[in-house]
C-alpha cells in the first residue's frame, strides 16, 4: 500500500491469493489446455489436428489485475465496489466480474455510479489499462479507497513519457489514441508545462509526421489530419523540434520499431546527425508478453496451417494483431468466445481492419486439417478451452469429463 494525501492506493494486493486462487481456477482454467500443454501443445485427433501456440493467453500484468480485482472484493464485501473502466479487454472477465457484484465508472455498464457521486467508504479499482491523471485526481480527492491495477509494462512506458515532458521532448506515441491505456499514457506527458504529446497509427500516419520535419510544409492540413490525436494547442512547428518515441504496450512490435526508426531518420536528416541527441530519444518500451505472443505467433504459422483461430475479445489491441499477423499466412479468424463457431459452414468473427465482426460463410475445408489456435493477452484458459471443444464437437469429436479427447 501507498499513500497520497492519507489516502490510501493498494498496489500490492490484500494478501488474499490463496483465498480466491479457487474461484480463479473455477472460472478460468481448463483441464483441456493443460492437457494439450503436457503433449507439446499438439493435438491430433482423427483427421484434425490443432496446434497451440507455445505463448497465448493471460501475461503476469493480466493475471495479476484479475487476482486483484478477485481479492478487493473478498477484502471488502460490504463495501461498494466499482472499476475505472473494463479491467481487461476480455467479455467473459468483465461478465463475471458485473456478476461478483463489481460495477463499472466507464464501459459496459456505463452510470452504475459517476465518480461525483462516490464515498469515502466506497472502492475503485484502476484497470489494467491504467487511468488519466486528471480522473486519478478525482478519484484521491473523493477519498475512496483505491487499487491500483495497472500493468507494470505500462507504468515503464509512462515514465518514459513523464520524462520526455520533464525535458521538453513532444511525445510521439505509436497508439490507437481512442484505446484506454494510450489516453492514460498521453495524459502523463501533459502534466508538465512543455509536456505535448501526437498520436500515431501507423506506418502511414508516421510519415506524414517525418515528412513536416522534413519539409515544414502545410501546417494546416498538418494540424486537420491529427486533429484529437496531439495535445492541446499543439504546433508542429514548435513540438516536432525536439521528440520522444513510446507506444502502446500491446501495439504490433515490428511496427513500433520500425516507426521510431523512421522518426530517427527524419530528425537526422533535418538537424544532421551530430546533433540527433538534442532533437530525438527513443526508448524501448515494447512489452514483453506482447512481444513473446507476436513471436510465438510467428512460429507457429511456419508449420503449414490450413488455418488459424485468434481468440480474443473484438476491442482487443494485441488480440487484433495476433490476427494481423497470422491473416499474412492463411486464413485467420479472431473471435472472442467459443459461440462465434457458429457451425462448420458458418463463424462470426472481426476480420483485420474491422471494427465490427461479420458471419463468414464456408470457413471450414473439409477433410484433412491443421489448425492453428492462440490467443490474446486477456483471454483466460477457460475461453481457448471452449473454443477448441467447439472445434472438435464441429467435426464430431467429444471430450470425456476429464478432458481428454475420445
Known amino acids: 500500500m501507498s499513500e497520497s494525501n492519507e489516502i490510501p492506493i493498494f498496489r500490492r494486493g ?4 490463496e483465498q480466491v486462487r479457487e474461484d480463479l481456477a473455477q472460472d478460468y482454467r481448463s483441464r483441456l489446455i493443460e492437457e494439450i500443454r503436457s503433449r507439446g501443445n499438439r493435438l491430433q485427433v482423427g483427421d484434425l489436428t490443432i496446434l497451440l501456440a507455445k505463448e497465448f493467453g493471460f501475461c503476469y500484468g493480466v493475471e495479476r489485475a484479475v487476482d486483484y480485482a478477485y481479492e478487493t472484493k473478498k477484502q471488502f464485501p460490504q463495501r461498494r465496489v466499482f472499476l475505472t473502466t473494463e479491467l481487461i479487454h476480455n467479455p467473459r472477465v468483465n461478465n463475471n466480474l458485473r456478476e461478483m457484484g463489481i460495477g463499472f465508472l466507464n464501459g459496459p455498464g456505463e452510470g452504475d455510479c459517476s465518480i461525483d457521486d462516490l464515498t469515502p467508504q466506497d472502492v475503485v479499482i484502476i484497470a489494467a489499462f491504467g487511468t488519466q491523471v486528471p480522473e486519478m485526481d478525482r478519484l484521491q480527492k473523493k477519498g475512496c479507497v483505491l487499487v491500483d491495477a495497472t500493468c507494470g509494462s ?59 520535419i522534413r519539409t515544414g510544409k502545410d501546417k494546416a492540413g498538418f494540424l486537420k489530419y491529427f486533429d484529437g490525436k496531439c495535445s492541446e494547442g499543439f504546433d508542429p512547428d514548435r513540438d516536432l523540434l525536439r521528440v520522444g518515441v513510446a507506444n502502446q504496450t500491446t501495439m504490433l512490435s ?47 504459422v511456419k508449420q503449414k496451417l490450413d488455418l488459424a483461430i485468434i481468440i480474443g475479445g473484438f476491442n482487443s489491441s494485441n488480440t487484433g494483431h495476433l490476427c494481423e499477423i497470422a491473416s499474412q499466412y492463411c486464413p485467420a479468424y479472431h473471435i472472442d468466445e467459443a459461440s462465434g463457431i457458429l457451425s462448420d459452414c458458418r463463424i462470426r468473427h472481426k476480420p483485420v481492419g474491422r471494427t465490427e465482426p461479420i458471419v463468414t460463410e464456408d470457413w471450414l475445408p473439409a477433410g484433412k486439417l491443421t489448425i492453428g489456435v492462440t490467443a490474446g493477452a486477456s483471454t483466460p484458459n477457460r475461453v481457448i478451452g471452449d473454443a477448441i471443444e467447439r472445434l472438435l464437437e464441429i467435426r464430431g469429436y467429444a471430450l470425456a469429463e476429464e478432458g481428454l479427447v475420445r
Not at 490484500?14 to 491469493?17: E, S, T, Y
Not at 506506418?203 to 517525418?210: D, G, L, M, N, S
Not at 531518420?265 to 513473446?292: K, N, P
Open 14 to 17: 490484500f494478501g488474499l491469493k
Open 254 to 300: 515490428s511496427d513500433s520499431l520500425e516507426i521510431g526508426a523512421m522518426l530517427k531518420r527524419a530528425m537526422a536528416d533535418r538537424y544532421g546527425a551530430a546533433a540527433l541527441g538534442e532533437h530525438f530519444r527513443s526508448f524501448d518500451t515494447i512489452c514483453s508478453a506482447t512481444q513473446d505472443r507476436q513471436d510465438a505467433m510467428l512460429e507457429m
Open 154 to 212: 505500462v507504468v515503464l512506458v509512462w515514465k518514459r513519457v513523464e520524462q520526455y515532458g520533464r525535458d521538453g521532448f513532444t511525445a510521439i506515441v505509436h497508439g490507437n489514441y481512442k484505446h484506454e491505456e494510450t489516453r492514460a499514457t498521453v495524459s502523463r506527458a501533459t502534466q508538465f508545462p512543455q509536456g505535448r504529446y501526437l498520436v500515431v497509427w501507423d506506418k502511414p500516419e508516421a510519415q506524414r509526421v517525418c515528412d513536416y
